[in-house]
């Protein structure tokens, strides 16, 4: 087992969520790993610790990453639900948006390299597929959110990793957050209607499992030499039906 204070230092933000709980699960013996989240510790290992904080007060998150001075912070902490982000929208710009930017900013002082977790939507499919280069056209609040937040974390420069995911599935390791087969599950065992997209949507969606392993071959993990953009897609596109072109990201392969 290796030695405590030989350990690299890693923040997760979003613990409680699906990508973030994925990452937890994959960290290996070298990382001292510290999880921070809304919720109370979903886990307990000799690598791990737990923090618990406010996104609506990010001054307490701004004081662990300093006490703590890692190598590397990965923020996926967001308010994800695109209806509840056009409905408060305040909510969702102090999350998305003002919390990223103290985080960009206690990493720039800490010199700590960031991992931003940002997303496929902020494309609007019409010109599938996309690569890293291609121009944002949020269609919701939420993705107009995710814009903003990029941008600051852009000014990093080859501190920073913009890692924009396409809808990820599989089932929770440790938190479910906003797993749409874990929702959807939930909802058939307790005979709920299921809504699932529409006729004519594809999306190209990397396993949660697999997206761990695919960030470190690439470099952009969070002891890779990668900086910048890195989008992240499944092997194909997966749709419904119709004639649309499928909003996969780019070619990229687990």
Known sequence: MANMTARKKLVVTGAHGFVAGSILAQAGEEWQVHAISR???????????WHTFDPLAPEELVQIIRDEGPEVVIHTAALADIDLCQTHPEIARAINVDLTRRVASVCTAAGCKLVFCSTDTIFNGEHAPYNEDDLPGPVNFYAETKVEAEQIVARLGPQAVIARLSLVVGLPVLGAGNSFLARMLAAFIAGRTVAVPGRGQFFSCPHACRLHRRSNRRGAGAGGPHAGGCHHGGP?????????????LSSQRP
């Not at 997966?238 to 499928?246: C, I, L, N």
């Open 39 to 49: 919720g109370e510790p979903l886990a307990r290992q000799d690598n791990l610790c």
């Open 236 to 248: 194909g596109a997966a749709g419904t039906g119709g004639r649309q072109s499928p909003r996969n």
